[in-house]
């Protein structure tokens, strides 16, 4: 250390703030939105537009921190003059754009689309997708009754382009026991809407692990693991962050999953309390899920700039040191 | 990347296949041995440039298909870690195409088409007797041989995999009833001229375009092109001059041509035949499309179901090659440009341009949101001109005869000539060639009218993204404007007739499965509704309604609608229109509740 | 000041990241998401590390130098911008001092002996060089395998030598990043848990700031620096040092030389341990404080990585008869005859406000707004800055220039004999931690024990196979432990983790040469023999 002041003094604060570069912003367009004419950025996403101006805008597979996959079409909006409706999600604003958020197309769509995935997927645990159910008046019980369940495993083994002819008696559902092969997590496919968010996290949006990927086709299309292997014996680091991302609790703390079961989770007694995981010097936002004293969940802010909403096994799932009170009178 | 790949490693055999594609594997950390020599402190795989090779995951995926007869884990895990493909992403890729087997399959599968046009020509009894045989037999959606419906084909795996198919020109012949016939501008060679010889080629006019092409300059070839007004011919009907203005003016490089032989359309052969029959003019077709937009580089994406069709393509192209008309200087004219073919894999939706660009990418053969275009963000996200075949071979005959001579073929909304895929109830199926402008009956009657002359119940035009239409339409012109008015469409060119002995709700019913089976799965309104759909057309079908009939068309009417507003492609906005129009018009169910 | 000089954000905009004796990939995950983030951006990324590991598999390059080099790579790295007139003349003319005697220093280092000291291709280092030099942006990340070192500093920096370099510090998206291994490290060293520092980096040898502290305070403050943790233990082996107070550490099973930190502790006159745990060291200890989970059954603050002030928030009841660490102290306080009030996080952290300038406008208030804050952070209006030393880069300078400081490549300590022919280095895994006393209380599927890792071709010299138990011994110690074969290792190199402690005591192996100018331990070096049993 031969500058000894150098050494044992602050450095002086800098004259100017440092800033990350600025990018040029395109000038703003002029569009019409459900009659309001506005300016919005043309780097803006209609979802965007529609969020910012207060119209509620029904999304499933859309999430702020992954990147648009616009698969589930609940989203739909109107653009005037387009032949088909366009998702909101990924679909950014053009100057003169007319754009209809509740147009009968849409409410139409958006009524299908949720009647679809309403008579083919379990959604008792996505409160949000039913919520759209019941705003949209779809009616998910006029396709007829559900066929039964697939056997265990049954559905990842259908091979593309064959399909068993349906019957007409009853309506297909992807119906399937659960995967519990784990201590951490499970996995419901009976409540997978195939929204590719989980696909998402464990690839490049956040973890890059790519432990599961969508498999199959059409219908039989699913989310698996390399020729259907049991998590243990895949890629998966149990980041959970597929969990973090699931709308429709298809992917579930274990924990959650055995209460439930045991009629013990109650969700309106849970506090939830943003903390710093005690691990590495990364400094992730842990919201620790608290019912009667104890952790039952941990997820992350999607707005916090560390975590994005992301995190990793120990953060996630590494809580249980300070539950293990077996020597503490209950 | 920190692949975790676990599993059995490959058989000598497998690695063998496997390096015929990817060659030789030069480090341990991808699929190579261990050498403390080179690799004991330091190594250079897992970065970009490693990742970058996915795009030869169907080829590797093909070789191992095409040597054991199935993808064997041992070999997947091998191709993983070559190409440093996680395993789960690969397994993804594989189950998406069902040319791809992930279990053992005997070493000659007969793949035996049932889609419509077999159907009414005694497809069912092909299967019945092969019931009873020991040969290893699977259903299979439209082969593209409609002409010689009933038709199958046999993928035959081992050391020099094969498919048996007609070859000789006996077979082209056949297929083009029109051959020899003076006039034709596309299919003059087909069943005339060796398709395999260069040489042949050059005798017939073959290479003129090109030669003029360099003359003229790429932006001349545009506007030639341009004036044409040659529009797409594979379905969507886009003037290809301002398609390939857009490619050549964009500012990011490189830009690639795609040419999309992905023709899967139930009903459609044409570009078979062009490719099995004239496979240079293809060549010559793109090498111009790449010289005018820019690109060095172009993918001929041929389906899978077609290995004549690509076999006869790469004879060309190698041949091409060799005498300098492909390559780093082609003609010597300054400019770079060649062709590799990729092969599909059984997915239909591969035909939709933005699956294709996927599939060429070593992606499952999902359709991407548009915009961005391909125009803008293509192949590998870069600036890609994507034409399908009958569009390409167009090109040589525009450059030659000038665009606006070739303008004044057709009509003027419909410009040159144009290929129909004749097939069904007719006296001689085939490809014929005719300039724009005859009626829905003159193109039956050139084709020798309806089989024993019996009344017809119904005429498919399009194929099965395409509608159906009464007798009462025969007196529609076959060109863009005149189908349009008429509220069908000319599609890919499928002129698939019926006669009174058709089951109609049974064509309804295969189409159904057909659309259920080849959608991707990506977006709701077509994963599900596509299921939706033939369920309700079986509740019809077996008179069970839920509630009333009319109920039934209500709701069906609803599914149509989502599934065309609101599904992220082609297949699944037009999944329902031929059963629409079908519903609408043709009655082709009971509506009284009970089963006729 | 000591902190990473960038963003998290920043590295998902650099053009190239020398991520240098770092498993980020498992010690540093979500900082990872991150990195490839820069990485699938099209940033160029070099692994500098012994050990192929997870981390090393998404690199470009990967420069696998041999264990205790880094100086020599670092060196002949600098040696090469140099003479490839590629070093940035304009800010090392503007801000720096010391070059030429930097540049004389290096001048030694030719590819040739980088090559021949580390073991990395030559023409891989030249690579790496230019690349990093030709960059507009670059940023240099780095964990314990630097700082594990009996140089620890000096690997360091020979590190800041090379930003100093190519102007690659001060700038956006360039930088000297040290990720910190636990989670409040930094936090720690802000609020000057370091032997010299008082809270804010204020030296304690500078009369201005202990003044500016006993005035507020009422006390009298020591005028000179104290012990680190190695010179503690040097003091309780010469008997200076008779009692320790333990606060969340587990020394017995973190320091090196196991056997012989078990001897020092005994052998105390008093030891205090304060912790969540019974740890092996609170079994040793004379009186044990159970406190709070400072993370989830306490409030106050920590500091991360990027500098950033958030806060930990209580979520639940601690078990009964726990209390946290300020009410402990407190209560210490009052029975030493001072009352300090009833505790409060929050008025804690605002006297230390008033007397850290660069924690100065982080009020609760605004940390919770903010979602935290990014010190210097100098008063209410200022935002926290993204990256430090900006400052360097201003016309005229502001303040002092930075100086070069050359260092030379000294290898480990403990050389490699016929006796001890294995070269053994440490680290950790994706879901262990540390030494295991958090992460034992959780099952992970990906949990795997204790195992010693050698190389394929050493496991066939010595005839032995995966799972098979071998004895390893250093001079200071003897464990048993199952062999694992991992291909990421090269001949001569072993691995071994400290998670499992109770069951595999890794730190009796381990050699407590340590750092003069930091004090830590040289984790990753120690020479080892691997028999079979």
Known sequence: MNDESYWFRPPPRSRELPMAPVRDEPPPVEITIDGRALHASPNATILEVCRRIGIDTPTLCYLENLTPVNVCRVCVVEVVGSRTLVPACSRRVEGGMVILTDSPRVRLSRKMVLEFLGSSVDLSTAPQARGYLARYEASPTRYGSPA???????????????????????????????????????????????????????????????????????????????LNVPLPDSACVYCGNCIGVCPTGALMFKSEHDMRKAGTWNEPAQTQTDTICSYCGVGCTLTLHVQDNTIVKVTSPMDVSVTHGHLCIKGRFGFEHVQNRQDEPK | ?????????????????????????????????????????????????????????????????DRFGWVPPSAMNYICRRLLVPPAEAHGVATFYHLFSLTPRPPAVMHVCDDIACRVSGAEGVCRELANTTTAWQRSPCLGQCERAPAWLVIASGDTPRAKEATSLDALLRSTPQSGTPGLRLIQRIGQVDPESLTAYQATRGYEALRKAVVLGAE???????????????????????????????????????????????????????????????????????????????????????????????????????????????????????????????????????????????KRGEPRNKPPFPVQSGLFGKPTAINNVETLVNVPLIVREGGEAFAGIGTSGSTGPKLFCVSGHVERPGLYELPFGPTLRDVIALAGGVRGGKPIRAILLGGAAGVFVGPDKLDMPLTFEGTRAAGATLGSGVVMVFDESVDLADILGRIAEFFRDESCGQCVPCRVGTVRQEELLQRLRAGAPIGSYKDEIALFKEIAQVMRDASICGLGQTAANAIESALITLDPVPRNGSRS | MGGGTNSYSEIENTEVILLWGSNARETHPIFFHHLLKGVHNGAKLYTIDPRRTSSARWADSWLGLDIGSDIALANAVGREIIAAGLHHQEFIEHATTGFEEYARVVESYTLEYAERETGVPANVIREMAYT?????????????????????????????????????????????????????????????????????????????????????????????????????????????????????????????????????????????????????????????????????????????????????????????????????????????????????????????????????????????????????????????????????????????????????????????????????????RLSEYNTGVQTAGYDSPLRRPETLDL???????????????????????????????????????????????????????????????????????????????
């Not at chain 2, 040659?230 to 050549?248: C, E, H, I, N, Y």
């Not at chain 3, 480990?412 to 950790?428: A, D, I, K, S």
């Not at chain 3, 050493?458 to 005839?463: I, K």
């Open chain 2, 220 to 362: 001349a070839v545009i506007r030639e092109v341009t004036v044409s007004k040659l529009m797409g011919r594979g379905g969507a009907a886009f003037p290809t001059g301002r398609k390939w203005d857009a490619v050549a003016k964009a500012p990011v490089h490189p830009h690639y041509l795609v040419c999309n032989a992905d023709e899967s359309e139930p009903g459609t052969f044409k570009d078979r035949i062009v490719m099995e029959g004239d496979p240079f003019a293809l060549v010559e077709g793109m090498t111009i499309a790449g010289f005018a937009t820019g690109s060095e580089k172009g993918y001929l994406y041929i389906r899978g179901e077609y290995p004549l069709a690509a076999m006869r393509m790469q004879t060309a192209i190698d041949a091409a090659r060799a005498a300098g008309l492909l390559g780093a200087n082609v003609m010597g004219a300054g400019f770079a440009f060649d062709i590799e073919i990729r092969r599909g894999a059984g997915a239909y939706i591969c035909g939709e341009e933005t699956a294709l660009f996927n599939s060429i990418e070593g």
């Open chain 2, 1 to 65: 990347m920190d692949l975790r790949i676990a599993g059995p490693d490959p058989t000598p055999d497998e690695r063998a296949a496997v390096d015929s594609i990817l060659g030789q594997a030069v480090s341990a950390w991808a699929g190579g041995t261990r050498d403390l020599d080179t690799e004991s402190h330091s190594a250079h795989v897992g970065g970009h440039e490693a990742r970058s090779r996915r795009e030869l995951l169907l080829p590797a995926l093909h070789a191992v298909q």
């Open chain 3, 455 to 533: 190389a394929p071709e050493d496991a066939e010299r010595l005839g032995v196979r995966e799972g098979e138990l071998v004895r390893v011994s250093s001079r200071r110690g003897t464990v048993d432990v199952a062999v694992r074969v991992d291909d990421c290792l090269r001949p001569g190199m072993t691995f071994m983790t400290l998670h499992f402690q109770d069951d595999v005591a890794t730190n009796v192996l381990t050699i407590d040469a340590t750092d003069p100018k930091s004090g830590t331990a040289e984790f990753k070096a120690a020479a080892v023999r691997v028999e079979r049993l």
């Open chain 3, 132 to 428: 990093y030099a030709t960059a507009k942006t670059g940023m240099i990340c780095w964990t314990l395998g630097i700082t594990e070192h009996h140089n620890a500093v000096d690997n360091v920096l020979s590190l800041i030598n090379l930003a100093l370099l190519t102007g690659k510090v001060g700038r956006y998206a360039c930088g000297l990043n040290p990720l910190r291994g636990q989670n409040n490290v930094q936090g720690g060293g802000d609020m000057g848990a370091l032997p010299d520092r008082l809270p804010g980096f204020q030296h304690v040898e500078v009369d201005e700031y202990r003044h500016k502290f006993e005035a507020k305070w009422g006390a009298t403050i020591p005028p000179k620096r104290g012990k680190n943790l190695t010179q503690m233990f040097e003091a309780m082996a010469t008997k200076e040092l008779r009692a320790l107070y333990v606060i969340g550490e587990n020394p017995l099973q973190s320091e090196a030389d196991q056997n012989h930190a078990r001897h020092l502790l005994e052998d105390l006159d008093f030891m205090i341990v304060q912790d969540i745990f019974l740890t092996r060291t609170a079994e040793l200890a004379h009186v044990v404080l159970p406190a709070a989970a400072a993370w989830c059954e306490s409030e106050g603050t920590v500091t991360n990585s990027e500098r950033r002030v958030q806060r930990v928030r209580k979520a639940m009841e601690p078990p009964k008869g726990a209390r946290d660490d300020i009410s402990i102290l407190f209560e210490l306080a009052k029975r030493m005859g001072r009352d300090w009030g009833t505790p409060n996080s929050e008025a804690i952290w605002d006297e230390l406000r008033a007397l850290s300038p660069v924690h100065a406008g982080m009020s609760y208030a605004r940390l919770e707004a903010a979602k935290g804050l990014q010190w210097p952070c100098y008063d209410e209006t200022h935002p926290g800055e993204l990256f430090l030393h900006s400052r360097l880069w201003e016309q005229p300078l502001t303040g002092p220039r930075v100086a070069f400081n050359p260092v030379e490549h000294d290898p480990p300590v403990e050389r490699l004999t016929p006796e001890y022919p294995f070269r053994l280095t440490t680290g950790r």
């Open chain 1, 148 to 226: 039964p369940p697939a056997s265990a495993n049954e559905r990842d083994q259908r091979e593309p382009g064959h399909h068993r002819a349906p019957s007409g008696e009853t309506s297909e559902t992807v119906a399937q026991p659960t995967k519990v092969d784990n201590d951490l997590y499970i996995r419901d496919y009976s409540k997978c809407i195939l929204c590719y968010k989980c696909v998402e996290a464990c690839g490049t949006d956040a973890q890059n692990t790519f432990a599961i990927a969508v498999a199959g086709r059409g219908f039989d299309a699913r989310i698996s693991t390399e």
